[in-house]
Every structure is written in structure tokens, then in C-alpha cells.
């Protein structure tokens, strides 16, 4: 644990959660230390979130601002913000049963493509609109394709072309992701005209989305789905999010399912006619996008960030690589 016992009891006192009380990590986040506390029959979760200087995003007012618009509307399948304390970067929220699923089915799918309708049913509400971006929010083309591009200039600015694996990585993203990126940025420049990439997105089409959406960041329950992880959460564009859902590597869906996910969606949601085409035109960038995020591990500030929430340290980088050669060699290596 990362922070002091006495300064965690104090918090939790605060709240009605006197100590003594057991206290265990769970190993269910990459950014952030998540604690289950015990006392008796009941539990919570504790979160303390990630700080670093270089590092602007505010994980901790996200999420619990997410949360608490999500319980004032009325949304089921989430955890109750229940209290919080800047200082100490931490949370404390109402603790959700459940396993994460071990296979992804049609149920799943339709489970998750209603979570985000019923989250943006209350879209045009006073508390809604005050609610920020969500963290890499993109809101025209052209911010889709700056993304990939900002995440494979980032690994080159951080990795070491002498030293060991970063030499093996350096070269990986010298020789195979960067030049994929051009040739693809070269084939949207052909379709679509410089105007037409930098058209921002109206307010009607952004949606609210959770960001890291995927069955990674759900628990499941007699066949009912909890979501969990609201750190990035806030306004984007449908696209990101339906774009991020085919691409998460942790627990992917098929194809099928992909299909299923947009067309569900698009039967709660106002989404423009346009948006398949769209989705079709960005998913290779965020493929990439998915590549880079793979190999975070190399930059320092991600580094202390998985060390932070108690991820093993042993062997990190080596197979972080793997990762993201095998998620290239799939998805990718084709449209070389």
C-alpha cells in the first residue's frame, strides 16, 4: 500500500467505516492502487489514484464526477461514489460483486451497447453538459489520426535505440508502426479533402462515453454486467468509443460482435449516417493507437503508473513488446 494506514483509516472514518478493518489489494486497474476493505459482511473499494507532476489528468475528479452523475441519473451496474479526498488522491466507493467474463457473448454485447444508451439518455441534462471532455477526446477527423500520430512520437521520444529491449522496441516503432501510419495518413489525405478532415463535430453527435470501454472494465453477476473505470470518461465522439471497444486488446470481441455492438447502439443513440463510414476510415489509426498504448510501459510516467497500482514489475517490458508485435502481426501487418 502506498499510502499511510493511519491517513487511509481517517479517511475511511469519515465516512462510517471505523477501523478496524481488513484491508486487500485488488489487482483490477493499471493506473491506479484499488484496495477492498472488509468489515464484517460488508465491503468497499478504496482507489488512490496515480499523481505525477508531468502527468495534468485529473483521474480522480473524473471518475468520481462520472460516478456521482451516473447515481444522480438514476444508472444501474456502477459502483456510489461515496466520499473523497484531494489530498490524499483517493476515493472511496461501494464495493461490486461479480467476476469479469472469461468469454464474450451476443448477451455481453447487448448489455454494454445498452449501458451507453441509457448513460446518454440523460445527455441533455443541465448536469450532463457540465461534464468535460472525455481524456483524449477527439472531436473532428483529423483528431483521430493526430492521436495515433502523437502516441508513436511520444515512444520515440522516450525509448533508447541502445539499450536492450528499448533498441528492439525503437526499431519496431521506427520500422513498422511509423511508416504505417504515414502510408495510411497518405491514403485519407487522397479521400478526404484537408477541410473536410478538420470539421469539428457538433455538440448533437458527441456522445457521453466511460473511454476505456471494454469487458476488461466489467464484473459479472448471475448474468448481469457491472462497469467499472470512469478515469477517462467525459464527451467524445461515438466513433473513439466504438473504435476502442473493437480494438481493446484484453478481452477483444470478434468481428461479429463489433457489428452487433455498433448496430445495437445505434437504435438508443441519435448517431449520424455517416458514423460506419467513419469508424471504418479511423480504425486502422486507432489499431495503431492500440499498438503504441501496448508499449506505454517504455515511458517512465506510464511505468510508475503500473508499478503505482501494484502491476509485477519482473519482465514488463519484455512482454509489453510481444504484445503489441502480436497485436500488429493480427490486425495490422495485412495492410502493410
Given at each position: 500500500m502506498s499510502f499511510a494506514m493511519e491517513s487511509l483509516e481517517l479517511f475511511c472514518a469519515r465516512f462510517g467505516i471505523e477501523a478496524p478493518f481488513t484491508l486487500n489489494p485488488v489487482r483490477s486497474g493499471r493506473n491506479s492502487e484499488v484496495l477492498l476493505i472488509g468489515?464484517?459482511?460488508?465491503?468497499?473499494?478504496?482507489?488512490?489514484?496515480?499523481?505525477?507532476?508531468?502527468?495534468?489528468?485529473?483521474?480522480?475528479?473524473?471518475?468520481?464526477?462520472?460516478?456521482?452523475?451516473?447515481?444522480?441519473?438514476?444508472?444501474?451496474?456502477?459502483?456510489?461514489?461515496?466520499?473523497?479526498?484531494?489530498?490524499?488522491?483517493?476515493?472511496?466507493?461501494s464495493f461490486l460483486p461479480g467476476k469479469r467474463p472469461e468469454i464474450v457473448t451476443a448477451r455481453h454485447i447487448t448489455q454494454a451497447a445498452d449501458f451507453i444508451g441509457n448513460i446518454n439518455s440523460f445527455r441533455n441534462s443541465a448536469a450532463a453538459r457540465s461534464l468535460?471532455?472525455?481524456?483524449?477526446?477527439?472531436?473532428?477527423?483529423?483528431?483521430?489520426?493526430?492521436?495515433?500520430?502523437?502516441?508513436?512520437?511520444?515512444?520515440?521520444?522516450?525509448?533508447?535505440?541502445?539499450?536492450?529491449?528499448?533498441?528492439?522496441?525503437?526499431?519496431?516503432?521506427?520500422?513498422?508502426?511509423?511508416?504505417?501510419?504515414?502510408?495510411?495518413k497518405a491514403r485519407v489525405s487522397a479521400q478526404r479533402s484537408p477541410s473536410q478532415l478538420a470539421e469539428p463535430l457538433s455538440p448533437e453527435e458527441r456522445i457521453l462515453s466511460p473511454s476505456d470501454f471494454g469487458f476488461h472494465n466489467t464484473l459479472e453477476l448471475n448474468g448481469a454486467l457491472s462497469f467499472l473505470d470512469f478515469e477517462y470518461a467525459g464527451w467524445d465522439d461515438p466513433a473513439k468509443l466504438i473504435c476502442d471497444f473493437i480494438c481493446q486488446p484484453e478481452l477483444p470481441v470478434s468481428a461479429i460482435?463489433?457489428?452487433?455492438?455498433?448496430?445495437?447502439?445505434?437504435?438508443?443513440?441519435?448517431?449520424?449516417?455517416?458514423?460506419?463510414?467513419?469508424?471504418?476510415?479511423?480504425?486502422?489509426?486507432?489499431?495503431?493507437?492500440?499498438?503504441?498504448?501496448?508499449?506505454?510501459?517504455?515511458?517512465?510516467?506510464?511505468?510508475?503508473?503500473?508499478?503505482?497500482?501494484?502491476?509485477?514489475?519482473?519482465?514488463?517490458?519484455?512482454?509489453?513488446?510481444?504484445?503489441?508485435?502480436q497485436y500488429y502481426s493480427e490486425h495490422l501487418a495485412i495492410l502493410t
Open positions: 468489515k464484517g459482511r460488508k465491503k468497499w473499494i478504496v482507489k488512490h489514484y496515480f499523481q505525477q507532476g508531468r502527468d495534468k489528468r485529473d483521474r480522480l475528479a473524473a471518475e468520481f464526477g462520472f460516478l456521482t452523475f451516473l447515481n444522480n441519473a438514476g444508472v444501474a451496474g456502477v459502483s456510489r461514489p461515496l466520499g473523497i479526498n484531494q489530498s490524499l488522491h483517493a476515493a472511496l466507493y468535460l471532455p472525455a481524456s483524449d477526446a477527439c472531436f473532428s477527423q483529423q483528431g483521430h489520426i493526430r492521436l495515433a500520430e502523437t502516441r508513436i512520437d511520444r515512444l520515440l521520444a522516450a525509448l533508447s535505440p541502445e539499450s536492450g529491449v528499448e533498441a528492439e522496441a525503437c526499431r519496431f516503432v521506427k520500422e513498422r508502426l511509423r511508416p504505417l501510419y504515414e502510408r495510411l460482435q463489433a457489428r452487433q455492438f455498433t448496430e445495437e447502439l445505434g437504435i438508443s443513440l441519435p448517431l449520424s449516417g455517416s458514423l460506419s463510414a467513419r469508424v471504418e476510415l479511423l480504425l486502422p489509426f486507432h489499431r495503431l493507437k492500440w499498438c503504441g498504448i501496448l508499449l506505454n510501459e517504455f515511458r517512465e510516467e506510464a511505468r510508475n503508473r503500473r508499478l503505482h497500482a501494484g502491476v509485477e514489475s519482473e519482465g514488463m517490458l519484455d512482454l509489453q513488446l510481444v504484445k503489441s508485435k
